[in-house]
């Protein structure tokens, strides 16, 4: 600890360092504070993005990235990553219902239900990595660009970024006074958004921009106990963003973002042929939900997070240093009812608290030299403490007579409460550079060293009534100290070569790491050998095996093509990719006994993706992307019972399934037409089409889900001077269903009497009318 908070707080002061050297200089007239974000062309948009720590245009880039504007997200009314995935292919992006992430990127991703996983897709937000995947769904706003990153990523954004990144982008302030507003209320469903921004230059060097978001939407399904749109979601969010050119050859960014995000009631219920009781058993509902422990009998969800952040960029030469100190923290309460029926049987009460200080300081290199390069040093060190109270009551398991080694009524009955502390400390080098070999040839490649340490302390405690499922199906052990150290060496290498100056072709490898550690959610049961148990509880050895997880290891191999034809009025990318991981981390419900699972195994995908746009007139532009991925993982498969597969010898049998939450087409296209009215007023018009496969849900390809096919459509006036906007948008116009996510029941009674399974229906209709101002 001491080490770390050293080198934390050394970088830190050298941070001040830059700043007091060059406020000794002389200050000098600036030209105005902007934000790069689009360079307009005869055609086409010149996107510009900032996926390796550098202004460049995504077509000169030998990466695959997808780039959404912020103007587009506003338009929509888009206000998580869970609504933008809908238009990124290749993305599947869900919650479980306790709020667990199940995000893949080509059919690849890490699993939803543990919270101590680390996450093979990173986020970041104006350059600062979210250590957690409960902050992946804090609303965002004013926001200038998202980024999505495909494949390993590993040198320039570090760990977790195995698979891919999401950068989200805000807009920055600028030396124009001015302030926007945008107010939209939901038709279909109800419910309201609203916006705010202003924009205040202090001075001709000095900008301050403040973004304020407020929601209050309902939801797409009803609770037939108490007539609740669930889950409704009431977001507040604030953001101050101070941006300053001390002196001629040093800039300031100082920011904080405040989010509340609260969630009431769930979309999850019972589908299958249940009694009609405990709800008709459809996936569009209604869903009969209670629990004792809230008002209003419905699930509650609430995360509070903090992000703060001081970037200086200091000029020294042509080089640039920039150094880059953050301060993250959540603090999150969740009451999930989870027998999703109306017996108040199972309530999960979770509470995490999580901070995490981070630094970076890294050396730029100008661009346009024969060798280009970057270096830099990055330190991360956080602490998480989860408490999470499993609250046991389902009646009759095992009934009377039926053989198993319980007595009657005692499985799936009987609290506990897992304790999980874990602090990690993350330290980084790397260094990347390009050749340019010739004008038309370039060779470039990177290396990262991280080494990264995590000391948790477990334990479980249980309480009465005292039964079989919480002595010895859930046993309780003492707080136990576990410790992980991994050092990875990771990097990425791409040519890339310019056939023409409207044509690029590229290869490249990655490789990749996600650390490992040990999982807060593991059942560790004894039910197999009850003796082991030392005065009732776990002895800290199988406390260490039952909860560990190895590391994981990534490669990826991508070619493709980068084109703009037609005077600059078509883009055309494709790209072919493979990717396989080594001892990927999983996990499962089992939805018996043995509870959750957490295993190791490889996996791999294997596809290609297409991107295009089309500016058919000057006012029509065509978009469509598709991403075609056969992601599968060697698994060792479970008999009804919960056994794993063995041969007569009692030898694991595996074999090869398909990954979860991975259809193997995902593609969008639309339409878009900005028609002048007159001089002053402008109308706009759209559609699009999202397609995704099936896919399955949970390993072993269990829970299908059915191919999903959703439209939608948007009209809009506008001044000419973007002054003022209406806009009215329908979102899955003929209200098309699926199963978003669905697993077994942790209500056994529900699989084992009626073969019944708990989904998720996708969000149905929305049709959202906004106006919006700007002066």
């Known amino acids: 600890m001491q080490n770390g908070r050293w080198l934390y707080w050394t970088t830190a002061l050298g941070t001040l360092g830059i700043c007091n050297a060059a406020a000794a200089q002389d200050v000098a007239p600036q030209a105005p504070i902007a934000n790069i974000a689009e360079t307009e062309t005869s055609g086409l948009t010149?996107?510009?993005?900032t996926a390796q720590k550098r202004s460049e245009s995504i077509q000169d880039i030998p990466v695959t990235v997808l780039a959404v504007g912020g103007d587009q997200i506003a338009q929509e009314g888009i206000k998580d990553l869970f609504q933008v995935a809908d238009l990124v292919p290749g993305m599947v992006f869900s919650r479980a219902p306790d709020d667990g992430l199940a995000l893949t990127i080509r059919g690849l991703g890490s699993s939803a239900r543990p919270q101590a996983f680390e996450q093979s897709v990173a986020v970041f937000t104006d350059g600062v990595f979210l250590g957690k995947g409960r902050l992946y769904s804090t609303s965002f706003f004013d926001t200038d660009r998202i980024e999505f990153i495909k494949g390993t990523q590993s040198t320039l954004l570090g760990k977790n970024a195995s698979i891919g990144a999401i950068s989200i982008v805000s807009r920055q302030p600028t030396q124009d006074l001015g302030f926007e507003a945008r107010a939209a209320y939901e038709l279909e469903r109800g419910g309201y958004?609203?916006?705010?921004?202003?924009?205040?230059?202090?001075?001709?060097?000095?900008?301050?921009?403040?973004?304020?978001?407020?929601?209050?939407?309902?939801g797409w399904v009803r609770n037939a106990i108490n007539g609740h749109q669930g889950p409704q979601h009431k977001d507040f969010g604030l953001r101050a963003?101070?941006?300053a050119e001390v002196t001629n050859t040093l800039k300031l960014t100082g920011s904080y973002q405040y989010s509340n995000n609260i969630q009431i009631g769930a979309s999850y219920?019972?589908?299958?042929?249940?009694?009609?009781?405990y709800g008709p058993g459809t996936l569009r509902g209604p869903l009969l939900h209670y629990t004792s422990m809230t008002k209003n009998g419905d699930a509650y969800h609430r995360t509070r997070s903090h992000i703060a952040s001081l970037k200086a960029e200091l000029e020294l030469g042509d080089h640039t240093l920039v150094s880059q100190t953050s301060?993250?923290?959540?603090?999150?309460?969740?009451?999930?009812d989870l027998d999703f029926?109306?017996?108040?049987?199972?309530?999960?009460?979770?509470?995490?608290?999580?901070?995490?200080?981070?630094?970076?300081?890294?050396?730029?290199?100008?661009?346009?030299?024969?060798?280009?390069?970057?270096?830099?040093?990055?330190?991360?060190?956080?602490?998480?403490?989860?408490?999470?109270?499993?609250?046991?009551?389902?009646?009759g398991l095992p009934p009377p007579g039926s053989g198993f080694p319980v007595p009657p009524g005692q499985f799936f009955n009987g609290p506990f409460t897992n304790n999980f502390v874990q602090d990690s400390k993350t330290y980084s080098a790397f260094a990347s550079g390009t050749w340019h070999i010739l004008d038309t040839l370039r060779l470039a490649g990177g290396l990262r060293y991280t080494r990264e340490a995590k000391d948790v302390v477990f334990g479980r405690t249980n309480f009465g009534p005292l039964t079989a499922w919480n002595t010895i199906v859930n046993p309780p052990f003492d707080p136990t100290a576990l410790n992980h150290n991994s050092d990875f060496f990771d990097g990425n290498v791409s040519l890339q070569y310019d056939i023409d100056q409207n044509v690029m072709a590229y290869i490249s490898y990655g490789h990749g790491s996600k650390?490992?550690?040990?999982?807060?959610?593991?059942?560790?049961?004894?039910?197999?050998d009850p003796s082991v148990l030392v005065g009732g509880k776990v002895p800290a050895a199988l406390v260490a095996s039952g909860a560990a997880i190895k590391d994981e290891f990534t490669t990826s191999y991508e070619a493709g093509f980068k084109t703009t034809l037609l005077d600059r009025r078509l883009r055309l990318n494709l790209t072919a990719f493979l990717t396989k991981i080594k001892n990927f981390q999983d996990t499962v419900f089992t939805g018996g006994p043995l509870g959750f699972l957490t295993f190791n195994g490889p996996s791999r995908s294997k596809g290609f993706e297409m991107d295009t746009a089309f500016q058919l007139t000057p006012h029509i532009q065509f978009n469509a992307g598709a991403t075609y991925a056969d992601a599968t993982a060697v698994i060792q498969p479970f008999d009804a019972a919960g056994n794993p597969a063995v041969d007569a010898d009692g030898n694991p049998i595996f074999a090869r399934y398909r990954r979860t939450q991975a259809p193997k087409l995902i593609y969008n296209a639309g339409i878009d037409f900005d028609i002048p009215i007159n001089s002053d007023v402008n109308l706009r018009l759209g559609g699009s089409v999202r397609h995704r496969n099936s896919m399955y849900n949970t390993r072993q390809e269990q829970q299908f889900s059915k191919a999903l096919t959703t439209y939608d459509a948007s009209i809009g006036i506008e001044s000419s001077d973007e002054r003022w906007g209406i806009d009215l948008v329908a979102k899955n116009i003929t209200n098309a269903v699926s199963e978003d996510f669905a697993?077994?029941?942790?209500?056994?009674?529900?699989?084992?009497?009626?073969?019944?399974?708990?989904?998720?229906?996708?969000?149905?209709?929305?049709?959202?009318?906004?106006?919006?101002?700007?002066?």
Not at 199 to 218: E, K, S
Not at 327 to 336: E, G, I, K, M, Q
Not at 516 to 526: L, R
Not at 754 to 771: C, E, F, K, M, W
Request: net charge negative.
């Open 46 to 49: 010149d996107i510009v993005v």
């Open 193 to 218: 958004t609203f916006d705010g921004v202003a924009n205040v230059p202090l001075n001709d060097n000095v900008g301050v921009r403040v973004a304020a978001h407020y929601n209050d939407l309902d």
């Open 241 to 243: 963003t101070l941006r």
């Open 269 to 277: 219920h019972l589908v299958g042929n249940i009694p009609p009781e």
């Open 327 to 336: 301060y993250v923290a959540y603090n999150l309460y969740n009451l999930d």
């Open 341 to 395: 029926n109306k017996d108040d049987a199972i309530n999960f009460v979770r509470n995490e608290k999580y901070s995490q200080l981070s630094q970076e300081l890294r050396i730029q290199s100008p661009t346009g030299d024969a060798l280009e390069y970057m270096a830099g040093l990055y330190y991360l060190d956080s602490h998480w403490n989860s408490q999470e109270d499993q609250l046991w009551a389902v009646p």
């Open 515 to 528: 650390s490992g550690g040990f999982v807060e959610t593991n059942t560790i049961s004894v039910v197999a």
């Open 743 to 775: 697993s077994p029941p942790p209500d056994a009674r529900f699989s084992i009497y009626y073969g019944a399974h708990v989904a998720s229906p996708n969000a149905l209709r929305t049709i959202t009318l906004s106006a919006r101002v700007r002066f």
